[in-house]
């Protein structure tokens, strides 16, 4: 393995910030919490292993699938949504589907995003998978995809079932939101502050307040029952840093405002985005590969969130080999960045091989041998 050490200076003035005072988190109201990178790194949590119940949040997860099946085309924002008796029958919030009226899945994904509608996200749910039964194992089945340890979804919005809650935790919902947020079409329904559907018979307005209180506020979801209390997973940006703040069990609104706002006050104030060097990895030699090289990149793509203070010098750590032998799939590991600051690794990335290089074929390889023998018979005539 080669190791590259690459020093970087304070060069950007988001850096220089640095020099600020760093405010602390306080005390939080809720009993969960959790603050994310939208690339999934942890930066704060509060008791956010205890699973509790998510409410209407749970809508991350059915608007994460119905994104995953827009993206798959299996469904266009034009395909036509029935609502059915068992999804018109749904309790809370709701536009009052009535039993085979028909909305766009636009309009039903603006119903659930802004107006947090029940009925829709159940109509949904059975259009894409048949029964929301059907649906609710794809939720959980991509929950543990994920990496979610406490959580068992029991429908597709978030009620209560006959004896039965869905359950799980802020760490939890953090990583389904981050997922979520892989596919930014969502916020532009999340980031809608009053629409309306129906041809504008019918208003909605946004259940989450903080997208006209919160500055680069861009969704996504709120929840309330009340043995759930008041939930939010609020996502933001500035200055290309991406949140996901999330807050579980919170007594009253304010305090589900107050806490949101002060997680990601947190994270504005003590990171910052950060993007190596781009010429700093460069192509690797790939022996008997169908290609000369292949080209390294970082694991996640999103970037690195590095703390303010310890971002006035950093030190990048390459781990990558000489030269590789084909094959190499995409996606394969094949080093390490770490990130130091003061000698000490703050953030180590897995780096990936970007495309895949196949064994060269016999042909290639008896081409490969006559033209290396002929040039060095040529070579030698020359000589």
């Known amino acids: 393995m080669k190791k590259i050490i690459c020093c970087l200076p304070v060069c950007c003035a988001l850096l220089m910030q640095t020099a600020l005072a760093l405010p602390e988190m306080g ?62 029958s749904m309790g809370g919030t709701q536009i009052w589907l009535e039993p085979g009226e028909q909305l766009s899945l636009d309009e039903m994904l603006k119903a659930i995003a802004v107006g947090s509608a029940n009925d829709c996200a159940v109509a949904v749910a059975e259009h894409l998978a048949g029964t929301e039964a059907a649906f609710v194992e794809r939720m959980n089945v991509r929950a543990a995809e994920l990496g979610c340890t406490e959580t ?27 997922e979520l947020l892989k596919h930014p079409k969502i916020l532009e329904y999340t980031g809608i502050w009053m629409d309306s559907i129906r041809g504008g018979k019918f208003s909605l307005a946004n259940t989450n307040k903080m997208l006209r209180r919160y500055q680069g506020l861009t969704g996504l979801k709120t929840g309330y029952i009340s043995e759930a209390g008041f939930c939010i997973s609020a996502s933001a940006e500035r200055d290309g840093l991406s949140l996901v703040a999330v807050v579980m069990a919170a007594p009253t609104k304010e305090d589900r405002m107050a806490d949101a706002t002060a997680l990601l006050n947190y994270g504005f104030a003590n990171f910052v985005s950060y993007t190596p060097q781009a010429d700093l990895l460069q192509p690797i030699p790939v022996e008997l590969g169908s290609e000369p090289s292949v080209q390294p990149v970082l694991e996640n793509s999103d970037g690195l969130v590095i703390e303010k ?19 190499v799939e995409a996606g394969q590991k094949i080093g390490e960045l770490s990130i130091l600051s003061g000698g000490e690794a703050i953030l180590q990335v897995p780096l990936t091989a970007a495309e895949t290089v196949q064994v060269k074929g016999l042909l290639d390889l008896l081409s490969d041998f006559w033209s290396g023998l002929f040039g060095q018979q040529k070579e030698n005539q020359t000589n």
């Open 152 to 178: 068992q979804f029991i429908n597709a919005n978030g009620l209560d079932g006959m004896g039965q809650k869905t359950l799980t935790s802020a760490h939890d919902l953090a990583l389904i939101s981050c």
């Open 309 to 327: 203070e310890k971002a006035a010098e950093l030190e990048t750590r390459l781990d990558l080999p000489e030269k590789l032998t084909a094959p």
């Open 27 to 88: 005390v939080l109201h809720a009993k969960s919490a959790a603050l994310y990178a939208a690339n999934g790194q942890e930066l704060y949590s509060y008791h956010a292993d205890e699973p509790l119940q998510p409410a209407s949040v749970t809508k991350i997860m059915t608007m994460l699938l119905t994104m995953e099946a827009l993206e798959r085309g299996e469904v266009t924002l034009d395909t036509m949504i029935t609502g059915s008796e068992y999804a018109c």
